[in-house]
């Protein structure tokens, strides 16, 4: 339903109309979480970065938690036992952890409204980190920033491809037409990959990060394809965790890099409250 272009956005607005070239950049995104073993030995961070945590939904007051059926809770099955995986069978909502993204790195926009009479099940969301490069100007996205209230003091907004920001989710999920329109339009996303993005089929200056990691998807590094992933924040937020079963960066990263998901959540629930005051303030200013 929207414009076919738009004039160059402020980087700050996170709200308002959206180009059918935005819109259709919109993807599903996932996090990379693991579940704690010996919290005693390896734990997560415990010098929060400086957002309130807040679990109340603003729409009715209820407390709302990660859940951890969603993503965490294995079921044997096929011979398979969770003692010879070492999986702890049901985790609490407090044991599952993530490491390659944070507050600082996320910002929520609000989505326009469908001028169609479906329903929209997003009304705002949480935008990942990643594109950037090679886009064009008219095709970035803005949100509200989780420091735009200067939770972080001075400093400023983190680039899109920090690495312990940019939420490598370790793979990526498209529909054969996405797929297709990211070919012909944005990107070299199927073979033959050819010069000069490409040498040897595009395997000799790639790796896995790339390739089955998704770096090629969601930035514009190497002639990716800067698909903007997204992530529900008000009902859906666990569906976008996805359990690294082997449990061995939680042993591999310094602490302070370990956030716990539910962490997280609440910090992302109390952005969202400002981001909602923020528009809020905004249309009565506009309509004064």
């Known amino acids: 339903d929207g414009p076919d272009t738009m004039v160059p956005p402020d980087r700050q607005t996170f709200f ?5 070239s935005q819109v259709s950049r919109l993807i599903p995104g ?104 090679r886009l064009n100007e008219a095709e970035l996205l803005g949100g509200y920033w989780s420091g735009r209230d200067r939770g972080f003091g001075v400093e400023e907004k983190p680039s899109p491809g920090k690495p312990d920001l940019i939420a490598q989710q370790g793979g990526w999920m498209a529909t054969r037409q996405q797929i297709l329109r990211m070919d012909r339009t ?9 010069l000069p993005l490409f040498r040897q089929d595009g395997q000799e200056s790639n790796n896995v990060e790339f390739w089955s990691g998704g770096y090629q998807f969601f930035t514009g590094v190497k002639g990716g394809c800067n698909m903007q992933r997204v992530l529900s924040v008000e009902e859906d937020f666990s569906k976008h965790l996805i359990y690294h079963t082997s449990n061995n960066k939680q042993k591999q990263m310094p602490k302070q890099r370990v956030v716990k998901a539910d962490t997280l959540l609440g910090q992302l629930n109390t952005v969202l409250k400002s981001a909602q005051d923020a528009h809020t303030k905004e249309l009565v200013v506009n309509d004064w």
């Open 16 to 20: 308002g109309p959206m180009s059918k």
């Open 30 to 133: 996932f996090i990379r979480v693991e579940v704690l073993i010996d919290e005693s030995k390896y734990g997560a961070q415990t010098k929060l970065d400086p957002i309130t945590l807040d679990y109340k939904r603003r729409k009715d007051g209820s407390e709302q938690h990660v859940d951890p059926k969603t993503c965490c809770h294995i079921i044997p099955h096929h011979g398979l036992s969770t003692i010879s995986w070492q999986l702890p069978s049901k985790p609490a909502f407090d044991k599952i952890v993530l490491w390659e993204t944070g507050i600082k790195g996320l910002s929520l926009r609000k989505l326009p409204e469908l001028k169609s009479q479906d329903k929209s099940p997003f009304d705002w969301v949480v935008l990942e980190p990643g594109p950037g490069k």
């Open 186 to 194: 944005w990107c070299t996303f199927l073979p033959p990959y050819e």
